[in-house]
């Protein structure tokens, strides 16, 4: 069954297609909630988590504007990070903080981005950068990783690591300025 | 404009996560949890129903068991019938939650090209074929079935369907009748008249599901004849 029609049933309450939904994403749901609680969650909080998220997506179907998505999947991952993100907050005390991730684009009027647009800057932007860089952009701001660790990982030094990360964050600024002619120097 | 960089990825979550096959929850655990949780929330919201219905049953002086009707189905006994089609609520304007789903129209064809459903309900009757008295509510399609089998058609031979009205508020609704095939349904015939006949030619061997839809405002009331040539 398409996505479409799942939604659709969805929406209509339909118990047969939250039981498909279930079938087909709990794997998607379990690896994005694990990606992001690591080894601070035992196996029955993902259960509950994963669970969450689905009781999530029945109880808000009927709001879904389908065509501001780029896919159901896409909206279920959401939900699934947001659970896992409130979570740690309520039951570990962690806030996941980041450095510098707010982006100033423009002082224009305050327009809001939809989901399909967003994902789609994202895919230009990581289409841009070094594979590297890439890969430090995403385990800070994806997988909330410290810049020590990154550091670590990528046996560079912290201070290399929060230039790649500048560096992304130009780009991805860039993009969604519109500006052209994208000036990408290798620094290093 | 500001913008949180990682609100975008979480936007992006699809396009990111690379699925770990490794340890996974179980699918059917995830679904044992998440009915239970819903039942949870059904049954709080069922106590609520009931006692509103229990409220209303007081007050239109009705005592016993009556039970009330759904949005189509067969009509057992003429008295109750009459009795209890005066409990029904008029709609409020609420969303209906009644799932749409068939076991004999495939799900692909239970929405049109618009994403709208083909029907509020789908209800599946048990009927033997011959004689029946069904009443239908706008906006239901009452699919009919032998023990689960449809009506299979024999070498040039057909099945009529007689269709005759005969509703509480005596004018005749607009109904739809047709047939399911290969999970499929196929409009044969829509009017507002009193008695309709509807005649279904298939091919030999194949098997048919006669299906009846209220589009009218009200509920109707049909007696269905069937016959075979």
Redesign the interface.
Known sequence: ??E??LL??LK????????EV??RY???????I??ILNDKAT?ED???L??DT??AL?TTA?RIDYIHY??L??YI??I???KAKDFLRTHKNIN?E?YD??????D????K?L?KE??Q???DLLNRLKPEDRKIF?LY??Q?IKIDEIASIMQMNPQTVKTRLRRG?ET?RIL?SDEENIAYEDKD | ?????????????????????G?????E???D???D??EIKKRSGRKRFIAIITIACILCGCVGAGILLGPGGKITDQVTFEIEAGLIEKESGE???????SNFIE??F??DDY?N?IAKYVLEIDTNFDKEQLYIDNGTMLVLHNNGKGIEIDENAQINMIIEQNNLLDDPGTVEVGYIHNSRPYCVEMNSEYRTAVTINGEEGEIYYPYLKNISSDRIIIKIKFERE
């Open positions: 069954m398409n479409r029609i659709m049933r209509h309450k339909s118990e047969r297609a939250l039981t279930i079938e709990t794997a998607y749901v379990t690896t994005i694990r990606e196996a993902v259960e509950e994963v669970a689905f009781i029945w009927e780029s896919s999947k896409a991952g959401m699934a990070r947001n996941l980041l991730d707010v982006l100033v684009i423009d224009g009027v305050e327009k981005i989901q967003q994902q800057y994202i895919k995403l701001y994806y909330y964050r991805l969604l | 404009m500001k913008i949180k960089i990682s609100d975008m990825l979480d936007c992006s979550a699809e396009i990111l996560t690379q699925e770990n096959l340890e996974q929850c179980d699918p655990k995830i679904c949890l998440v009915f949780q819903l969303k209906n939650t009644t799932s749409i789903e799900d692909q239970l929405y994403g459903p």
